[in-house]
Every structure is written in C-alpha cells, then in structure tokens.
C-alpha cells in the first residue's frame, strides 16, 4: 500500500499531537501509573491461573482477560510510542 501524502496542516496536527501524546509519558506520575497497571494485569493472571486450576476457565473468559491484558498495555504504549517517534522526528531533522 502506497504512503499518503499528507499536506502541511495535516502535518503540523499530527506533531502537535504527538508532542501531546509524548508529554504524557514525561509526567512525574507516569511511572505510578505504568506500576498500577502491571499491577492489574498480574492480578488479571493471577485470577484467571486461580479459575483454571479450579472449576475451569471457559474459552471466552480467556478470550476477555487476554483482551483486557492486551488493551491495558496497548493503552499505556501509546505515549511511550509518541515519544519515542518524536525522538525519531527530532534525530531525522539534524
């Protein structure tokens, strides 16, 4: 699939956008969060390990955690990613 180009506007949003995105992830608190979700997810496991190794675990229920796992790290790498392309940005222009 060919890239689009995109004009000068559309541009200048998606950089402001992804410098707001970034700043997220500089924020003091980023870090506190980015704990209390790994926190989640290993309390996720942990109840999905516990039904498995009881009465069972049916395939949907896995299916929902598994989601649940999966949009919780997803959510949390969407700042990261924009700082991390901002950086790519910033390196490419020197």
Do not use: Y
């Amino acid at each position: 699939m060919p890239r689009r180009v995109i004009s000068m506007d559309e541009r200048r949003a998606l950089l402001l956008r992804r410098s707001h995105l970034a700043t997220i992830a500089e924020l003091p608190d980023w870090d506190v969060l980015c704990a209390v979700v790994e926190e989640d997810i290993d309390e996720i496991k942990r109840v999905v390990m516990a039904q498995a190794m009881g009465t069972g675990i049916s395939p949907e229920e896995q299916a929902f955690h598994r989601g649940r796992i999966t949009g919780l790290r997803a959510a949390l790498a969407i700042p990261t990613r924009a700082f991390n392309d901002q950086q790519k940005e910033a390196a490419a222009s020197e």
